[in-house]
């Protein structure tokens, strides 16, 4: 299986989510943590399963993984050695808004 790195702002994100997560319900940032980490274990696992995040430019090669249970998703992208997740977005809010800090 592929090394999993997130990137900087991606991190932020996960954090940002576990913490609402965390302050809304205890035991639910947990749980968002948990699934955040399967969803990335499954892509890491099967990369090229997941589909083209919509409204990125294919060539990018921005992939998506559903996170189960929350309005989020992994965007990610394969390296070869390693999986990076480049987003940890919002179902609903500013799609595509990771575009511009993908290189």
């Known amino acids: ?3 999993i790195e997130f990137a900087p702002a991606a991190r932020a994100e996960l ?6 997560y965390e ?3 205890p035991g639910r940032g947990l749980r968002f943590y ?3 980490e399967r969803a990335a274990r499954g892509a890491a696992a099967t990369p090229h399963a997941g589909t083209a995040y919509p409204g990125v430019a294919v060539r ?5 993984r559903i996170v189960r249970g929350f309005p989020f998703a ?5 390296l070869g050695e390693v999986l990076r997740i480049e987003a940890v977005a919002h ?3 500013r799609p595509g808004y990771f575009r511009r800090r993908i290189r």
């Open 34 to 36: 948990a699934a955040v």
């Open 91 to 93: 179902g609903k809010r």
């Open 23 to 25: 302050n809304d319900y």
């Open 74 to 78: 992994l965007a990610y992208r394969d």
């Open 60 to 64: 990018l090669a921005v992939r998506r």
């Open 15 to 20: 954090d940002e989510a576990v913490d609402f």
């Open 1 to 3: 299986m592929k090394r």
